[in-house]
């Protein structure tokens, strides 16, 4: 009997293998691709792969605090304050629903932060204080053709009186000749005309003061429509102020209506974690670019205004000291320019931007005197019709005072896409971009983040606009400057596209933040769904047995002297850098840099050593680290730089 049980069972596992060998024959590729997976899901948690490739986490963030991250900036606190405004979310827009959550890395807990405008798409940039200052953000939504309801576009109001300035309301009424109405969206000031007295005779010639304002037809569909150029009459106004006060327009359509800028400004202020209203910018902007200067001030440039056009070379600086702004040199832009603070206060232009503007306007790189408003165009580069979407950062050490730009897309919903990485050397005598090596895929909205030890960690992107026909890239990799090459990192778990931000955190590990898919299905039938979960990367050097250690020592320090730290690993210290907290939006981070100081070991300490340029090293608080011959990062101390 047993040995008949045996036989019965024998032949029942026969039966089986046989069973499983026919159904692996029928389902090689499937269960070969679970095999894989299960054994990738293992080797990416083995001690030898985190110290090759470094390891990837999701961070559990709480769901009161979820947002749709737009902006990630780096406090001086640790802490990263993440800012969604809207979150391009039309129903949140329409809602007045605005929102921002403050991150602390090392608790790991969440604050939600009151925001009072939508910052949506603004520009930010760090203060030499420490406060964060936002400018710009959402007026109004893009709406798309067949979506626009009643006709509108630009109104140009005139004012032909020197002796008096005005401001109209929203909700003013233009009338035209043919009895249509036409109402401004916003509040617009006029400011008095100007009046010059000619010496010689004794006349005087007025030449009228004008403002944009958009406007909507009071009746909707097609009988909004005006397609010629027209001149409009100020409801309520009598006499004098009715032949002064008019407005003119071109042809106001139903015709597509792009995303619209405000003109207000705020500081975030990391001791007390709320935004203070500062003095309004003269241009509504929306998608501009914030560049501190050397002297602490903040320049603006690019956006769309208060109509959806690009602000047509209209920039503006705005000083810390009196929180308000004024006019800078005039130079044309597309949205989201990548700028960059050289030796010596030039401005350079690396070509990469975020979107709107025409393809033939303001997208060669080039270096911007600001002093004389000249600009040098710097030729080399590959791909030129390429650059939306394109990585750039300034290359580790600041001193070498090299850029490099990695991958981008064409114009627009282009499909062209690149894997072309180049870089200059703006020290050369006639500047010109060099090939690197290229990307491992062809890549739109690449992050790039300096990493203690000279490399650039670059993660994500997507081979199409916004991530289309699932285009994201799960991949990740150091560029090392040195080599000229690159090597892989481990592979993130989240596709990230549009939208996207990552940061270098103070214990050297990187976080990466949002994204904005099209679609949500290859075929592009369904709409996308907004990344909202936080993955944090830790490179190799997190899992290697020892760190170098800094201990506490200055908070603060100047320009051109020395300060001590104590550390007991003097002795194997190779290398210091002065890291700038970063500040992130639409894969461009213009406040990273990182800057060699020169440094004695002695004994029990080391003393560094800060370079005398404002240019090279901005006012304002930096992360120190230290780093080993293998490449071991500290983790950060905070330094203040005055």
């Known amino acids: 009997m047993a040995t008949r049980t045996s036989r019965l069972k024998s032949h029942k596992t026969w039966l089986g293998a046989g069973a499983a060998l026919v159904l692996a024959a029928l389902n090689a590729p499937a269960v070969l691709g679970f095999a894989q997976e299960k054994y990738h899901a293992y080797e990416i948690n083995t001690d030898d792969y985190k110290a090759e490739r ?136 006029l400011p008095a005309a100007h009046k010059r007295i000619d010496p010689a005779t004794g006349m005087a010639t007025v030449t009228a003061n004008e403002a944009r304002v958009y406007v909507e037809a009071d009746q909707a569909g097609p009988a909004g429509i ?7 009459e100020i409801q309520g106004l009598r006499g ?59 320049l603006a440039t690019s956006g769309l205004d208060d109509v959806g056009q690009v602000v047509p070379g209209k920039n503006e600086i705005y000083d810390p000291a009196t929180r308000t702004w004024s006019a800078a040199p005039t130079r044309y832009f597309p949205t989201y320019p990548s700028l960059f603070l050289l030796n010596g206060g030039k401005v350079f232009y690396s070509g990469s931007n975020a979107g709107y503007g025409p393809a033939d306007k303001g ?27 394109s990585g750039s950062v300034l290359l580790p050490p600041a001193q070498d005072q090299k850029v490099m730009v990695f991958g981008g897309g064409g114009v627009g919903e282009s499909e062209k896409v690149t894997a072309r990485t180049a870089f200059v050397d703006l020290k050369a005598a006639h500047p010109a971009f060099a090939q690197g090596p290229e990307l491992p895929n062809a890549t739109r909205y690449l992050n790039t983040v300096l990493m203690p030890d000279d490399t650039v960690f670059t993660t994500g992107g997507s081979g199409d606009y916004r991530g289309r026909s699932q285009s994201n890239i799960l991949a990740a990799q150091f560029y090392d400057p040195k080599a000229n090459a690159f090597r892989r990192a481990a592979e993130p778990t989240v596709g990230r596209n549009y939208h996207t931000e990552a940061l270098l955190l103070p214990d050297g590990r990187v ?46 320090g100047q320009r051109g002297q020395s300060t001590a ?78």
Not at 249 to 276: C, H, M, R, V
């Open 363 to 389: 997208r060669a790189p080039g270096i911007w005197d600001l002093a004389a408003n000249t600009f040098r165009a710097v030729p080399g580069l590959k791909d030129p019709d390429a650059l939306e979407t």
């Open 54 to 189: 470094g390891h990837w986490d999701l961070m559990a963030m709480p769901e009161q605090y979820q947002l749709n991250s737009i902006h990630a900036v780096l406090l001086r606190t640790g802490k990263v304050l993440l800012i969604a405004g809207s979150g391009n979310n039309l129903k949140l827009f329409e809602g007045g629903t605005f929102k921002s959550t403050l991150w602390d890395p090392v608790k790991n807990t969440f604050k939600k932060i009151d925001t009072p405008k939508d910052m949506f798409c603004a520009g930010h940039a760090q203060l030499p204080d420490g406060k964060v200052l936002i400018a710009g953000g959402t007026a109004r939504y893009e709406m798309l053709g067949g979506d626009v309801k009643r006709a509108g576009g630009a109104m140009l109001v005139k004012n032909e009186d020197p002796d008096q300035d005005r401001t109209f309301p929203k909700g003013t009424a233009f009338l035209s000749a043919a009895g249509k109405t036409y109402r401004s969206q916003f509040p617009v000031h």
């Open 226 to 232: 005006t397609n010629s150029t027209e001149q409009y």
């Open 511 to 556: 976080a990466v933040f949002g994204s904005d898919p099209l679609f949500g299905d290859a075929d592009n039938t369904r709409p996308g769904t907004f990344e909202q979960r936080v993955e944090v990367y830790s490179p190799p050097y997190i899992y290697r047995d020892t760190r170098p250690r800094l201990g506490p020592g200055p908070v603060s």
């Open 565 to 642: 730290f104590p550390t007991p690993d003097a002795a194997r210290i190779q290398s210091v850098r002065l890291i700038h907290p970063g500040s992130a939006t639409h894969v461009t981070d213009f406040d990273q840099r990182s800057v060699a100081l020169d440094f004695k070991r002695t004994g029990d300490s080391i003393t560094v050593t800060v370079p005398n340029d404002r240019s090279l090293v901005p006012a304002g608080w930096h992360m120190l680290f230290v780093t080993d011959g293998h490449g071991t990062p500290s983790q950060a101390r905070w330094l203040y730089v005055h």
């Open 240 to 298: 004098k102020d009715d032949d002064n006060f008019y407005g003119i327009a071109n042809k106001l359509g139903l015709d597509k209506k792009d995303f619209q800028g405000i003109k207000d400004a705020y500081e975030f202020d990391p001791a007390t974690e709320k935004y203070s209203k500062v003095g309004s910018m003269s241009e509504a902007r929306w998608y501009p670019t914030l560049l501190t200067l050397a002297d602490g001030r903040v």
